[in-house]
């Protein structure tokens, strides 16, 4: 029983590393490949396969041992320090503000924006998942510790000014003290990201990611203050909440999802070049629109709907288009990349089709559903898109030899994952 009825031909293999860069190396502009860095796929031991059902016999050579995992380890374990300690200072300032029944009630609320949040960053990161722990790390760093560094910086970031009335030291604050500490807060967890686990931050989409992940976080917190004040400090409890929750929860839920987002698209693009120069320089340039843009939201006034309409919808729906281009660059060459293992034997060019396209993994998904093997094609999917990832990674032209190594395990893998599927 075959899983496609169609087989095209395969690709000629690609050259050697001093050979001339396969035309087909480069998909889209996501994954650009220099001709210096280019490096063949291996070739299967076991000879080419022919079809996904059939059960295929592993190489001889064993599994190759995994990378280090110290810097994950690092970050997961001071992140959880930093979280937890940062607890007994914004817990105590949230109740201090909104009391015991504000607090409760804006925790509930504020649980509603942060699922629309959460639901979208499912949705664009579906087609190759981040590590639920480091999802968890970007969440509590955001609804945490970033925080907790925004109350720490804040009155040292006010003695910068002198205010002249109330009026004056409000409007500062809202509009030069919070674009500048709390991008800078939130974002800070996205270049510990990008430094201590850059095997999973692998380009803009990851980057999008951990933002929104980050944002989410953030604004949960602060939405618990702002809807918990509402019942602490209003003659009309009820009404007063209504409005802050239709301002913050119905029209703004992704308001800090798209400021920080696009420090995560451009720390996302410096991902590529594996570069830690180049990476701190992504998060100094990314904070500049993320902070202008917290800043303009912040400055609407007396036309707040005017402006709401006329420039947050736009930019809001520019970036869906942006997020939307960069999900079928990333499926491109993903699929590229796996028609390169296809062309060494390892997967038929038919296979790859099920493999990276949506429409495809749909078709497969059903297929195995049908002979109760769906866990196991869901593995073996996302296996072979991590194995496309490590080989663009490998074309990167940084750390070669670690993911050469972590690509033959992955092969290996892909082998066994092979034989699940069949039964």
């Not at 817990?91 to 609320?109: D, K, S």
């Not at 609804?143 to 910068?160: E, H, K, R």
């Not at 990167?396 to 290996?412: K, N, P, T, W, Y």
């Amino acid at each position: 029983m075959s899983m496609h009825p169609h087989h095209r031909p395969g690709q000629p293999g690609p050259s050697g590393p001093q050979g001339p860069l396969p035309s087909q190396a480069n998909p889209s502009w996501m994954g650009h490949v220099q001709p210096e860095y280019y490096r063949p796929v291996p070739g299967n031991a076991g000879g080419p396969v022919h079809s996904l059902v059939q059960p295929v016999a592993q190489g001889r050579q064993g599994p190759v041992a995994p990378p280090s995992r110290a810097g994950l380890l690092v970050l997961m374990i001071g992140g959880g320090a930093l979280a937890f300690l940062s607890l007994f200072l914004v817990v105590p300032f949230l109740l201090a503000n909104t009391g015991t029944a504000g607090f409760m009630v804006g925790f509930i609320a504020s649980l509603l924006p942060l699922s629309a949040v959460l639901l979208t960053v499912h949705v664009i990161d579906r087609w190759e998942p981040e590590p639920k722990r480091l999802l968890f790390f970007a969440f509590t760093w955001g609804a945490a510790v970033s925080i907790a560094v925004t109350l720490l910086v804040q009155p040292f970031f006010a003695l910068t000014y002198q205010f002249s009335d109330e009026p004056d030291i409000q409007t500062y604050m809202a509009t030069v003290q919070a674009p500048v500490v709390e991008e800078f807060a939130k974002s800070l967890g996205l270049l510990l990201l990008l430094l201590m686990a850059r095997r999973h931050f692998d380009g803009p989409v990851d980057g999008v990611v951990f933002a929104f992940t980050i944002a989410g976080g953030f604004a949960f917190t602060e939405n618990i203050l702002y809807f918990g004040r509402a019942i602490a400090e209003s003659a009309s409890p009820a009404t007063d909440l209504a409005q802050i929750f239709l301002l913050r929860g119905v029209m703004s839920p992704f308001a800090h999802a798209i400021f920080t987002g696009t420090t995560g698209l451009i720390m996302g693009f410096a991902a590529r070049r594996w570069h830690t120069g180049a990476s701190v320089a992504a998060f100094v340039v990314g904070l500049l629109p993320a902070m202008f843009l917290h800043n303009r939201w912040n400055s609407m006034g007396q036309g707040f709907l005017a402006d709401y309409i006329l420039i947050q919808v736009p930019i809001f729906v520019l970036f869906i288009g942006v997020v939307i281009l960069l999900r079928v660059a990333e499926n491109r060459l993903t699929r590229q990349r796996l028609l390169e293992y296809a062309a060494a034997g390892w997967f038929t060019p038919a296979e790859v089709d099920l493999l990276a396209t949506p429409g495809g993994r749909r078709t497969a998904l059903s297929w195995a559903a049908g002979y109760n093997r769906r866990p196991q094609m869901k593995a073996f999917v996302k296996a072979a898109t991590q194995l496309a990832f490590t080989r663009q990674r490998i074309l990167s032209g940084r750390d070669v030899a670690l993911h050469q190594a972590e690509e033959r395990d992955q092969l290996h893998r892909i082998l066994a994952l092979r034989a699940a599927v069949a039964g």
